[in-house]
């Protein structure tokens, strides 16, 4: 069994930064594509970001595109989300997900098999 757990959420400005990060036990994270979802209150959940197996590759929802960057680190089986000039409608509950195989880093849920907790962000307007 996989685990993921998420840090690095708080309230921050708008306009400010935050990183996440996720952390994932075992040790075949490097062969797997890793995701960012996110779901704000009273919404559906929502691709956010995705990164290949090795980091070559990356996936990003337009509403996020040119200010988040997702990236990843092998060695501490670490999936990161840098999130820059955040606004208030990107408040919400951040969570990672690890794909169901190497090649897989798509927009779909279903192509994730393992979810982390969430770490919950807030932008103040």
């Known amino acids: 069994q996989v685990q993921l757990v998420e840090s690095g959420g708080g309230l921050v400005q708008a306009g400010g930064s935050l990183r996440l990060s996720c952390v994932a036990s075992?040790?075949?994270?490097?062969?797997?594509?890793m995701g960012w979802f996110r779901q704000a209150p009273g919404k559906e959940r929502e691709f956010v970001a995705a990164i290949n197996w090795s980091g070559s590759s990356t996936n990003y929802a337009d509403s996020v595109k040119g200010r988040f960057t997702i990236s990843r680190d092998n060695d501490r089986n670490t999936v990161y989300l840098q999130m820059n000039s955040l606004k208030p409608e990107d408040t919400a509950v951040y969570y990672c997900?690890?794909?169901?195989?190497?090649?897989?880093?798509?927009?779909?849920?279903?192509?994730?098999?393992?979810w982390g907790q969430g770490t919950q962000v807030t932008v103040s307007s």
């Open positions: 075992g040790r075949t994270f490097a062969n797997y594509g």
């Open positions: 997900a690890r794909s169901i195989s190497g090649t897989s880093y798509g927009q779909l849920g279903r192509q994730y098999a393992f």
